[in-house]
């Protein structure tokens, strides 16, 4: 499961955090990632692509979950259309 608490403003995000039952490996990627997507347009391809290329920069690695399972999180969070 992956909660994210998100506000966005003009279509871009301005805060975000993510928790749940996740692994990520290093210990501080979730917050290289969460502060890594602040500034990010509200659109799946953007967010796909700013979070593969966090993930490719500092070799972060997901355990247990996909990239589009936090890509979809964050887009329900942030959006508000869930489930598209």
């Known amino acids: 499961m992956i909660r994210v608490k998100c506000t966005a403003n003009n279509d ?6 993510i928790t749940g039952d996740f692994f990520i490996y290093p210990e501080d990627g979730l ?4 502060e890594g997507l602040r500034n990010t347009r509200l659109d799946k391809g953007e967010i796909k692509k700013t979070l593969s290329m966090i993930i490719d920069q500092h070799n972060i690695e997901l355990i ?3 990239i589009e399972d936090f890509i979809e ?8 259309v869930c489930g598209d």
Do not use: F, L, M
Request: some cysteine; overall charge negative; aromatic content about 10%.
């Open 12 to 17: 871009r995000i301005e805060e975000i955090e």
């Open 31 to 34: 917050w290289i990632i969460e």
């Open 73 to 80: 999180a964050i887009y329900c969070a942030c959006s508000g």
């Open 64 to 66: 247990g979950s996909k």
